[in-house]
């Protein structure tokens, strides 16, 4: 049977070679002007390159007071043709159709900012703060509202970046209506209220940029919008008022399709308040896959009940090619939409057409796509898992002129990715590993049970595997490296990426616990995927680690105690924005973090603590100790004067995240 992901698909305009398109996504990868950049270039290539049907640029401005980040692409004047044209040909040298999408911040300007802001402005010089009303503030807390004529001016802006798009060569225009942009919070009934002007018709400012695109570029000229298609806000448009109100209106005006999302930014209140609008846009960790498919069914029947044939764009949360086929199913979506997976991977469509999916890069979302920075303050789009993203041009990968011996000691992220690197540029590899099996903290760290989607941490160190044993990279399990067996190895180079080290607390009774397994450490119950604790009660000692263990354990019905030492209670970094789950599963099961707690002692079935200058003796079947973590590299010091090079990555360095280490170590292996 035929793939349906690599059949061709026909708009009214366009046609499709396949089903996946890299969605609009914002890069912020110009030059202070908003000129397209060597970075951005290759990005796109490289995307392109990958086998998209389309690649579409995102977030292009139309006006520089409509930024968000400085780095954003821009179109507003006729001399940024040129520099879109060295994108467009690039997209289009590698056989795929070239979008780009048409952007203005409106209250989005000043998130994300560090200093006070005036009233109305955003972080940018220059930039502007403001919505249809100023009601539901995104960046500046006190944000301006726009007049009559300010929205007419921003529809001649709109058209003339149209123009110039067409001009620069770009196949169709997509439009950014959706996600706290301008026009987004105009079409919605939160934020744009209490107007009495034209512009309280919620539609017309859409409306009018894309007549004004086609009094400009031809009525012919394809047009896909990206729109909101439900706000998932109380009070806000759903899908069954955008199907009566505003897809007719959309389709009377000829566009080729909606590339759909269903979710905001606005500060409101969710209709489901387990899953927050704001992650139906970018689906965090713990938000389910395929989240938006039920949405994206409901507005095709609905769609199909009021006659309407659109084709439909589908995203957000979609990570398995078994995922994207479900998104692409009869009454469905007609497309899969990729953002964060075409970062992760770009060169997925390819491996599906080549009958190598299990060489995709599976995308983890455990921190993200974004690395350094944010959109939204002052960084670039990029990926944890792939160093290369951004960076496709200068990272080319060169044959080495006088190879070299690398002796790579640990078996992680970070030492798996140096490992592939330096072996596909020609130098001769070994990984030597201390446990039986590569992968390193990722290979055990989603050994919860009732925690969603934690088989996604494992998909990292799946793939590294499985590119060591592709590449035919020599690799020693089960040795423990020393100074004396590097020195009978002779390696050119040495790489320590031996990851971190516990940081024990110094606690009477611990040491003898742990030997006897009345105490463990949360790293081991994780590798022993909690078969090594006792029945009876558990305490989790360190919530900045622990904090996710001891809510799997309630979860289960485990009577659970998590204390921690400092006075407020921080969560690691990598849990990052899945804490606010992690939250309001807590409260469900009764759990709370007890700060400020210190142990004074272990004992055989009991541990005594303090708190507030009073003491108390806690009834503990498991203590589980989550200690702080240490870099750890006894190999460096030991190397001095033996003329054998060394490196250092990852947690060895500093304890950080997978993704430094990855990219620490595909910078590095480039530069032997």
Not at 55 to 65: E, L, M, S
Not at 218 to 230: A, L, S, T
Request: hydrophobic share 35%; net charge negative; charged share 25%.
């Amino acid at each position: 049977m035929k793939d349906k992901l690599l059949t061709p698909f026909k708009t009214k305009g366009l046609t499709f070679k396949n089903r996946m398109v890299h969605a609009p996504t914002t890069m912020n990868m110009s030059d202070d002007k908003g000129y397209a950049t060597e970075a951005g270039i290759g990005t796109y290539e490289a995307l392109a390159a990958g086998g998209f049907g389309a690649v579409c640029v995102g977030a292009t401005c139309v006006r520089w007071d409509g930024l968000i980040n400085e780095r954003m692409f821009g179109l507003y004047d006729d001399t940024y043709i040129i520099s879109h044209r060295q994108m467009v040909d690039v997209i289009h040298k590698n056989g795929a159709l070239a979008g780009i999408q048409l952007f203005y911040g409106g209250l989005i300007p000043g998130l994300g900012s560090t200093v006070p802001l005036e009233p109305g402005k955003g972080w940018i010089p220059g930039t502007v703060s403001w919505g249809p009303s100023g009601k539901y503030p995104i960046g500046n807390k006190e944000p301006g509202v726009l007049t009559t004529q300010d929205y007419r001016d921003l529809v001649e802006a709109y058209g003339q970046a149209a123009r110039r798009a067409k001009e620069a060569g770009y196949d169709y225009i997509s439009y950014h209506f959706c996600h706290g942009s301008l026009p987004h919070v105009t079409l919605s009934h939160l934020e744009n209220s209490g107007r009495d002007d034209e512009y309280a018709d919620h539609f017309l400012f859409c409306e009018q940029i894309i007549k004004r695109a086609q009094e400009l570029c031809g009525k012919d000229y394809p047009q896909i919008p990206r729109m909101c298609c439900d706000e998932n806000y109380e009070g806000g448009y759903d899908v069954d008022y955008f199907v009566e109100h505003y897809a007719p209106r959309l389709h009377a005006l000829g566009v080729d399709a909606i590339d759909c999302t269903f979710g905001s930014m606005l500060p409101a209140k969710s209709r489901n308040p387990e899953l927050p609008s704001g992650d139906v846009i970018g689906g965090g960790f713990y938000v389910p896959n395929l989240v938006a498919l039920p949405y994206v069914e409901r507005l095709r029947a609905g769609l199909q009940s009021k006659g309407i044939d659109m084709p439909l764009m589908g995203s957000c949360n979609i990570n398995t090619t078994e995922q994207m086929r479900t998104m692409i199913k009869d009454g469905a979506a007609d497309f899969f939409a990729s953002c964060r997976l075409s970062l992760d991977d770009p060169d997925f469509p390819r491996k599906i057409a080549e009958g190598r999916e299990e060489e995709i890069r599976k995308s983890t979302r455990t921190g993200a796509s974004l690395l350094q920075g944010n959109i939204f303050n002052k960084g670039i789009a990029g990926s944890a898992q792939n160093a290369v993203i951004g960076r496709d041009r200068e990272f080319r990968l060169q044959r080495a002129v006088s190879p070299k011996k690398v002796m790579v000691v640990g078996g992680g992220s970070g030492g798996m990715e140096y490992a592939i690197t330096a072996h596909q540029v020609g130098h001769d590899v070994t990984i030597w590993e201390k446990d039986s099996e590569l992968g390193g903290v990722m290979w055990w760290a989603g050994n919860y049970k009732t925690l969603p989607n934690m088989e996604q941490i494992r998909y990292q160190p799946e793939w590294h595997r499985l590119m060591v044993e592709k590449e035919g990279i020599k690799v020693r399990t089960g040795v423990e490296v020393t100074r004396d067996i590097i020195l009978a190895e002779k390696p050119d180079v040495l790489v320590v990426a031996m990851g971190a080290t516990h940081a024990l607390p110094d606690i009477s009774g611990l040491s003898s616990a742990l030997e006897s397994g009345a105490a463990v450490l949360l790293d081991d119950v994780l590798k022993a995927e909690q078969k090594n604790l006792a029945d009876g009660p558990v305490v989790v000692l360190g919530a900045t680690d622990g904090v996710e263990l001891a809510l799997d354990l309630a979860q289960q019905g485990r009577d659970v105690r998590l204390l921690d030492s400092p006075a407020t209670f921080v969560p690691a970094s990598y849990i990052g924005s899945r804490y606010k789950y992690v939250q309001m599963w807590m409260e469900k099961v009764g759990l709370k973090v007890e700060s400020g707690v210190q142990v004074e002692g272990v004992e055989p079935g009991c541990i005594t603590v303090t708190r507030d200058g009073k003491s108390e003796t806690i009834e503990c079947g498991t203590l589980v100790v989550a200690p702080s973590r240490v870099a750890y590299d006894p190999l460096s010091t030991e190397l001095f004067g033996t003329g054998i090079a060394v490196q250092v990555v990852g947690d060895s360095r500093k304890p950080r995240s997978y993704g430094n280490s990855i990219h620490e170590a595909a910078y590095l292996s480039r530069r032997i």
